[in-house]
């Protein structure tokens, strides 16, 4: 046999046994897993790329190559440390990431709760509709005379350690209310006010600061607290600027600025009902649709 054909013998047995039999072997509960792995592996990189948990992952990984650098070469000393060290992994993982997997519970249980309430009955959608309608307003006339203002729409994330940190009110929304919480010599206005069931819940509230980097650098503290309770929670944050009047969004760790009256609006109730007003119009003034 030429040096030829055994290597085109050995290539088809390496092709034959490697390749070909574990795909023969593969069925649907196979494919299955496959590719929940890899929807769960790109939503956790999606999760932690913008995050300090990133910097950590990538630290916790270049860590683990030197362990196998070190088990290669023998180098008895600092395999022993590290040995030890990655044998309490889980117990690390849990320390190092206590925030982040925090984090991502939360916004696993919110997915959950948000599919619970699927369907939105008409009577909450009113209620909605009323609460867009008075925050759209409170944030128009707070953009006008340049107060700045920070208001946190809670969905189903409960927000009550950040309520805990403020002024507990339960009180009926209204512009003058806003305009009064929000006044630069107001005692509470430099606090968050979280909105619950379309009631003042607290105000004067203490949110978690932001530390991603996309967040522009002229901004301050009131911006990078509405990103940071949005990272954290499923909440809607409303953000006026004291020094332009300048209104921003805040949901899901992204800052979105420059909106007016409409569009606040438009905006709001997409994100708190999952669809338009328009549509829910159109739904409601469907024939044998009983009007409440």
Known sequence: MTVASAFIQGMSEFFSNYILSPIKSIDWIDVVDILLLAVILYYVLRFVRDRRAWTLLVGFAALGVFYLITWALEMRALYSVLHAFFSMYAVFIIVIFQRE????LEKIGGAILQLRHFGTP???VADITAT????SEAACELSKEKSGALIVVER????GDYIKTGIELDAQMSCELFGNLFFNRSPLHDGAVIVRNGKICAAGCILPSSKSAEIPK????RHRAAVGISEQSDAVVIVVSEETGT???ANNGILKRGYNS???KDDLFLLLTGST???NRRQNKRPGKKQK
Do not use: H, M
Request: net charge negative.
């Open 122 to 124: 008409a009577q909450s």
């Open 156 to 159: 189903n994330t409960k927000l």
């Open 262 to 264: 409409g569009t606040l």
């Open 101 to 104: 997997l925090r984090d991502a």
């Open 132 to 135: 867009i309608g008075v925050l």
């Open 277 to 279: 007003e328009e549509d």
């Open 218 to 221: 002229e901004l301050g503290t």
């Open 247 to 249: 209104i921003s969004i």
